[in-house]
């Protein structure tokens, strides 16, 4: 018998005592531990009741991810699953934590299921480009009917134990999860309930049968909200079964579709997000010893757009945060507009109705710098302006106490030379949120020349704590993210000039995944500041300036790349751009020509590409999955296309460095000749992710 699954007796209930950390996922030595225990319970006939149970933090997690794509090993979970389901004698799942995926399905075969209060059960498996394979899409409609089941399997969101109870997931919710579960079995037994086998009963279905509109309903949402994406209507499909197909023809279509998934390029990008986001998480080049400061109370200075948004991820994780500003007035506008937008979501049933001013009272506001003095985390969110940025760490230096942790949220500046005006630059950083900062998860960290490897863990450790994805970098230019959009900005500016129009660039852009094509994005940030900026640089962009001329700031204007009805962030394509275009292109004798789409989604990604090798091959990331997290979580790139390293290895890289050679050439464009380890690994035949270890 196997280490990880163990059989105990209470009484007349034998306990099956699964014990795999971290989450007890259904590896091959999982799967064979309970199928063999509960086999060895239901023979022996001094057993009256089985219960399954877990060891550690969480009941099983789901199938083991790393076991996808290897050669199966027997037993499969649906045979564990028939294994249970058959036993003569009652078997109860006793769930704490998680039961999610396989897990969930395992508890499916149960007859019964009991619950900690503080348990959340489900289907998360599309959120890995999947559906649930063993049974989960048959069952589950079964017992809590068809409507909450396709919801959750298309969702893949948990639903809590007080709701699993109320539509009948679970019998009864219970205190400690094996004791609970024990009680529970004797009871069954002294009161001869009948097994509740769920393949045999149809009588939650009947209502759905009349009316279909469930799945298609359920269908279109999941189409709408995950665009491009196979597996939720897969799932939805799958659910649709339990209506008119036999259960085991339905378990089998079930299996061939999750086969069908699995080998899928968007679930492969799915389960490596998965795993390269809490990859992203482990700091490398840091002492094995190295602990995290501890961070009780932060300071953030500024109350502006992302002051405010980064405050209220804080408040929103229930740690207080002092929130500084120049003055009275500035504060107030600050404070208004974070209290607004938690009541905004309140309304919307986002978050309790007495969340808003709960939240609020963990913010408080005040004046002047010396108010940092009491923090352990000290963020600076002002103006993006060197000389400003220095005088505010001066001030910060002064005052925080030793041991602090002091980060800026500059986007693009040189953390290192702002460490340089304190006498502590080992504390010093970059934690670089994204806006709206209080819903975009992605925080690049910026590891300086001279920053303590501990100050780095605080960091690391705190964005996780308010449920931000960390990913560690390196000082230069817009650090990651916004140095490779940067390489994507150029391209879409010039293909203006060549012939491609706005709409054209954004359609490209949006159709490959991305939530907004670089013209529309840069009218919602407004086309003023990039102006301004090269005025100050003595830089023209013609075209750009030239709408910035004819008062087109962007949507705060009501008109930019595109034109907007009041009230509306709808873009509507302009004629009157297009002749600014035209006109432009003639005075500077430019002949635009016919540009097909293929090109512009080449020219809008592999330049990304190119750069990320660069920022590889200069250690500003160490690790491609890096960049990848940083652009699935800070710019919305799709998580089915796994982010742009990985849909370069997708692509392969040598097709990617010819292309460039062939752009460097036909643009005249010596930058987009592919870096050097791009070039290197395209000639060696070698992915990104062989660089890995
Ligand atoms: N398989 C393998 N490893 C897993 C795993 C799984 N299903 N779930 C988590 N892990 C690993 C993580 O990679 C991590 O490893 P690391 O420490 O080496 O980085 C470790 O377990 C801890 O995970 P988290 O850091 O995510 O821990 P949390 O406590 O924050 O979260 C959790 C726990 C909620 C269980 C979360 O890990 C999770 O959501 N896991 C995935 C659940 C899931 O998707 N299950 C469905 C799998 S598909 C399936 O079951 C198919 C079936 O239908 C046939
Ligand atoms: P903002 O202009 O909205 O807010 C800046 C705030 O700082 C203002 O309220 C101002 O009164 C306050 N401030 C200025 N000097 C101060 C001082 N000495 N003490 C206390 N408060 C002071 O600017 P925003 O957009 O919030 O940007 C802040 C920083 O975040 C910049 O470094 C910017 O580059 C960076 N950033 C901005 C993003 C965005 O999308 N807006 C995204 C990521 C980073």
Partial sequence: MSDVVKLERHDDVAVVMVNSPPVNALSAAVRRGIFDNVKAANADSAVKAIVIACEGRTFIAGADITEFGKPPQSPGLSEVIAEIENCSKPVIAAIHGTALGGGLELTLGCHFR??????????????????????GTQRLPRAVGPELAVQMIVTGNPISASEALKNGLIEEIVEGPKAGAVAFAKKVVAEKRPLRVLKNDDSKLAAAKADRSIFTNAAAAANKKNRGMNAPLACAEAVSWTLDTPFDEALKKEREMFLKLVADDQSKAQRYAFFSEREAAKVQGVPESTKPRPVERVAIIGAGTMGGGIAMSFANAGIPVTLI????????????IMQKNWENTAARGGIPADAPAKRMALINGKVGL?????????????????????????????HAKPGAVLASNTSYLNINDIAAVTKRPQDVLGMHFFSPANVMKLCEIVRAEKTAPDALLTAVAIARKIAKV???????????GNRMLAARSKQSEKLLFEGALPQQVDAVVTKFGLPMGPFAMGDLAGLDIGWRSRQDRGIKSEIADALCEAGRFGQKTGKGYYKYEAGSRAPIPDPEVE?????????????R??????????RMVY???????????????????????????????PIYRGGPMFYADLVGLKEIADRLSFYAKQTNDPSLEPAPLLKKLADEGKTFASLKG
Avoid at 114 to 135: D, I, R, S
Avoid at 472 to 479: A, K, P, S
Avoid at 579 to 591: A, N, P, S, V
């Fill in 579 to 591: 002749t600014l275009i035209d006109e432009t292109c003639k005075r500077l004798g430019l002949t």
């Fill in 370 to 398: 010396d108010n940092v003095k009491d923090a352990d985390l000290i963020i600076e969110a002002v103006f993006e302006t060197m000389a400003i940025k220095k005088e505010v760490f001066t001030a910060i230096d002064a």
């Fill in 114 to 135: 009991v619950a900690v209060k503080e348990a959340k059960l489900g289907l998360p498996e599309v959120k890995l480009g999947l559906l649930p394979g063993a049974g």
């Fill in 325 to 336: 500003e120049t003055g009275e007035e500035q504060l107030k506008r600050g404070l208004g």
């Fill in 470 to 480: 960390p990913a560690v970098v390196g000082v230069c230019d817009g650090f990651v």
């Fill in 607 to 637: 330049p990304m590409i190119n750069e990320g090798a660069r920022i590889l091959e200069e250690k500003i990331a160490s690790r491609p999955s890096d960049i990848d997290v940083i652009w699935l979580y800070g710019y919305g790139w």
């Fill in 593 to 602: 020509r016919a540009i097909g789409d293929q090109e512009i989604l080449e």
